[in-house]
Structure formats: C-alpha cells, structure tokens
C-alpha cells in the first residue's frame, strides 16, 4: 500500500475497521507543547496493515478531520504509540482536544533496553 497526502478533499478512512497498531508522529512550530504560538502543521499516521495518512495543517484545521482524530485516539487509543510521545500527545491534546493517553514509546523502550542510549537528536 501506498501513504496518501490528506489535503485537499479526501475521505478519512472508516475507524471501524481493524488497523492493528498505530504509529502516530507530528511537526510542530514550536519545541514546547505550551507555546500558545505553537501549532501541529503534519500529523502522519501508520497502521499496522501498512496504512499510512500524512494530514497537513489545511486538512487538520477542518472540524470533520478534528473529530475523526478524537474518535481515531478514542476507539483505538491503547494500540497507538511513536517515539517521544508524550510530546506528541500533550500537543494533540491541547491543539485538537483529543483524549489521546500515551500507549507505548519507542524512548522509553529503548531506555530500558540501554540506559545510556542517547534520546536526542543533537548528538547525530
């Protein structure tokens, strides 16, 4: 399967279906969830079926693609995880009101995995 760019008309898959696991992973324009400033401008999304939906921040402003991510995160939120995701969450939290809780963590696998794993990207 192929990833698709959600922004222009596009109709956002039914959540009835069984996606598996998801991986969720946003772009932000601030570094901290708080910033009132800050905003999402990318949310991608990948399921375990290999379904994958990158939604830009034309799409993401929407009411409809707002609801469908709160009921996505509700319906299936114990199967989604990504890598730093208590940003993630936070973020999605405050900007779109999702009941999104954090599922698993590729950070907080790794470190148990080695506790001196670097968590950052300012060592590459």
């Known amino acids: 399967k192929y990833w698709k760019a959600v922004d222009d008309p596009y109709p956002l898959p039914d959540l009835n279906q069984n996606f598996g696991r998801i991986v969720i992973d946003i772009e932000t324009t601030s570094l901290e969830w708080r910033d009132p400033n800050g905003q999402i401008f990318l949310v991608g999304i990948l399921t375990e079926v290999l379904d994958c939906w990158i939604l830009t921040r034309p799409y993401l402003e929407r009411p409809e693609t707002q609801a469908w991510l ?13 890598h730093n995701q208590k940003f993630d969450v936070l973020f999605m939290n405050r900007e779109f009101g999702t009941p999104l809780t954090i599922g698993w963590d590729t950070i907080c696998m790794a470190n148990t995995y080695h506790e001196g794993w670097h968590k950052g990207l300012k060592f590459i």
């Open 70 to 82: 709160r009921a996505l995160f509700a319906q299936h939120g114990h199967k989604i995880g990504g």
